[in-house]
């Protein structure tokens, strides 16, 4: 079974610094996604960014971008010039593909941005 | 934002109360997924359904039932309520195409 796991229960940082949040998980596949969700105090869920196991480039968005070390099964998202707005609780998740595309999720890191 | 709303947003209900809750959506995603968000567990999957009456057990099942009679609805049905169940529920959407899950709005249930 896959299982996802986020060593850093809270974190906090300055506003405008940058931050990397730690996930890693264990699986025997080959072939997977792995998404980084937030959870602002809104409690809405929002797709950060995505990564498909097949490659190596890794993915960026905007100010986010994520470091996939595949061998080493780890799935980190640094934050670049942190915002106000970032503070949210972050979910890593790893999803198998062909299992009706069933999420599997850390337990979440709460990140804190300090002004 | 994609189209999915959760009925009600907020329910108190005693211990040994029947409870369900409803998502819907007007995306025409096929899969639809049930999970509970609680402190230090991150969300777990309950149950999820891959098309109309088409469901599966999730990691957390037990003591959870739910049905879908058409692409638009999805019910999730305690049948006798516990104090464990008090949680929050969100509803997820998905479609083949981009792998991600879209979510609602989550609903609070407390048990006492």
């Known amino acids: 079974a896959q299982t996802v796991t986020q060593s850093q229960p809270e974190m906090s940082v300055q506003e405008a610094e940058t931050v990397t949040l730690s996930c890693t998980y264990d699986?025997?596949?080959?072939?997977?996604?792995l998404f980084w969700y937030k959870q602002p105090p809104s409690r809405q869920m929002i797709l950060v960014i995505r990564q498909e196991a097949y490659k190596q480039q890794n993915a960026t968005e905007n100010r986010f971008s994520v470091n996939f070390q595949k061998a080493a099964k780890s799935f980190s998202l640094k934050i670049s010039d942190s915002q106000l707005g970032d503070t949210a609780m972050y979910f890593c998740?790893?999803?198998?593909?062909?299992?009706?595309?069933?999420?599997?999720w850390g337990a979440g890191t709460k990140l804190i941005i300090k002004p | 934002d994609a189209g999915i709303t959760q009925s009600p947003r907020h329910k108190v209900t005693e211990t040994g109360t029947p409870v369900t809750l409803r998502c819907h959506q007007t995306?025409?995603?096929?899969?639809m997924y049930w999970y509970r968000q609680d402190p230090g567990h991150g969300l777990r999957l309950i149950h999820y359904?891959?098309?109309?009456?088409?469901?599966d057990k999730g990691e957390v099942s037990d003591g959870y039932s739910v049905s879908r009679s058409k692409t638009e609805d999805f019910l999730l049905t305690l049948e006798s309520a516990t104090s464990s169940q008090t949680s929050v529920y969100f509803c997820a959407i998905s479609e083949s195409v981009d792998y991600e899950q879209y979510f609602g709005p989550g609903t609070r249930l407390t048990v006492t």
């Open positions: 998740a790893f999803m198998k593909v062909d299992s009706n595309y069933q999420l599997i």
């Open positions: 995306e025409n995603h096929r899969y």
């Open positions: 359904s891959y098309g109309v009456k088409d469901t």
């Open positions: 699986t025997s596949e080959n072939n997977y996604y």
